[in-house]
């Protein structure tokens, strides 16, 4: 479970998106694989995603069919230019091993910010000014872990907040909490979103909570009329 792998594809059957594994880091070596929208024309720029799948921090890969048919699958539907990180995992890789990969991989696609970087369709089409974290379950905590991040060191040089609850600095301007009735992790996101809204950092938080559902039941059941509704939800989140 969790082992399978697909290849990156410059023609996706069903979406036409282009996507590719490119290296992030070269000690220790680590991959991510970018999508690009087939009809994305020479200089457009477009809302850039990172993404980090989830897993347990044990299982699941950034190449997994699971995370490659769902990133194929946002990139059409949002019209974007998407990072999915692949970061080291335990039992191998202990925690905060993954953070610091993750970590690593936001600051590989933040060099391509003046179009100078090693990546090509980043430094074509990434809008900087338009960047979106997101995972699902271990990668929700890392997405929550890399946006502290940002928003400390840009002023303290902390290296490692991963254990500081100061939602103050989360470095970031809005966020979108995503839950299902029956999933065993339901009331850790509530209770995110609750602790976020009361906290004194100054974005805006929304919740959105899916009926008679699973925990990442858009992944494993992606053709549903549920799993459509939430990735038009996100759709909607990142255009607006």
Request: charged share 20%; hydrophobic share 40%; net charge negative.
């Amino acid at each position: 479970m969790g082992t399978q792998t697909v290849p990156a594809s410059l023609d996706d059957p069903k979406t036409a998106v282009q996507s590719k594994d490119v290296p992030y880091s070269h000690d220790p070596d680590l991959v991510a694989r970018l999508y690009l929208p087939k009809q994305t024309k020479p200089g457009q720029k477009l809302p850039l995603l990172i993404y980090y799948h989830g897993g347990g921090f044990v299982i699941e890969t950034a190449f997994s069919p699971t995370y490659h048919n769902h990133l194929n699958t946002l990139v059409e539907a949002v019209n974007m230019i998407a990072v999915s990180v692949d970061y080291r995992r335990a039992p191998e890789h202990p925690v905060p091993i993954a953070y610091e990969d993750s970590w690593a991989a936001l600051k590989w696609a933040a060099s391509h910010f003046e179009g100078g970087g090693p990546e090509q369709w980043l430094n074509d089409h990434a809008d900087f000014n338009s960047v979106f974290l997101a995972g699902d379950s271990a990668g929700a905590n890392i997405v929550h872990q890399v946006a502290i991040r940002y928003g400390r060191e840009k002023v303290e040089g902390v290296p490692r907040p991963a254990f500081d609850p100061d939602l103050a600095r989360l470095g970031c301007s809005k966020v979108l909490v995503m839950l299902a009735e029956k999933d065993f992790l339901r009331e850790r996101g509530k209770h995110y979103f609750d602790l976020l809204k009361g906290s004194e950092w100054k974005g805006e938080v929304e919740m959105v909570e899916t009926e008679g559902e699973q925990h990442v039941f858009h992944l494993w059941n992606a053709g549903c009329e549920n799993a459509a509704v939430l990735v038009n939800k996100i759709c909607s989140f990142i255009n607006n």
